[in-house]
């Protein structure tokens, strides 16, 4: 596997609490993306990074935040934790500059919210 | 809208057989298609990727067949084997000043002995 370290691995936690995501990475890889996983919809982005405090909204951002202070770390925060976000969630990194760039994803984490 | 349309949902194969993966788009600006396989409890990894300008690849047991201009492709595991059962997913990416995957659903394959 790439360098990408996701934490937690697991995590259940209350209706209208907050809960950060980290994203670790080893690579020096520019661009950084966080997608959620469900069933019947495949991958989703939820927030992505082209550098260090520089991040974008993906499809699925509402109730969702993103921070970037250091190029190996990506940090996702569930402001107010909701049960629709209940799912896994993904990191993944990729670097342009080579043709064929692909992106390289964690293990996930699997968030239940009760 | 579900912009990369993966069927089957999911697929039994008999140990040996071909398993066939069918994906199809509807965005022109896509220009590179990589198929990830992943694996209960893990992340997606690339398995193998194709460019618009080449109608087939191969690598090893793994063959993606494209077609441009019916805006489909296909992913063809050859001699398929138990260790292949896996999620498959299909995608295409575009340049929107970052690397904009889109994804398939995914098919759940299961090869039988």
């Known amino acids: 596997d790439a360098g990408i370290t996701q934490s937690p691995r697991h995590k259940v936690t209350e209706t209208g609490t907050p809960v950060t995501l980290r994203c670790h990475q080893t690579?020096?890889?520019?661009?950084m993306y966080w997608y959620r996983q469900d069933p019947g919809h495949g991958l989703r982005l939820i927030h992505y990074s082209y550098g260090v405090k520089d991040t974008d909204k993906g499809e699925v951002s509402d109730g969702y935040s993103v921070s970037r202070s250091k190029t190996e770390d990506f940090l996702l925060t569930l402001e107010s934790a909701t049960s629709s976000q209940t799912s896994v969630y993904f990191c993944a990194i990729s670097d342009r500059g080579t043709a064929g760039t692909e992106a390289f994803f964690g293990q996930g984490t699997r968030l239940t919210v009760v | 809208q579900q912009q990369v349309k993966q069927s089957p949902q999911s697929l039994i194969v008999q140990k040996g057989g071909i398993s066939i993966i069918n994906c199809a788009y509807e965005?022109?600006?896509?220009?590179?298609f990589p198929w990830y396989q992943q694996f209960p409890g893990k992340g997606p990894a690339l398995l193998i990727a194709?460019?618009?300008?080449?109608s087939e690849k191969k690598e090893g047991r793994f063959t993606i067949s494209f077609n441009k201009s019916a805006k489909q492709f296909s992913l063809h595991i050859m001699d398929s084997q138990p260790g292949d059962s896996a999620t498959y997913f299909c995608a295409a990416r575009e340049w929107e000043g970052y690397q904009k995957v889109t994804f398939g659903t995914g098919t759940k394959l299961q090869v039988i002995p």
């Open positions: 965005n022109t600006a896509f220009d590179y």
């Open positions: 194709i460019r618009p300008d080449v």
């Open positions: 690579e020096n890889h520019r661009y």
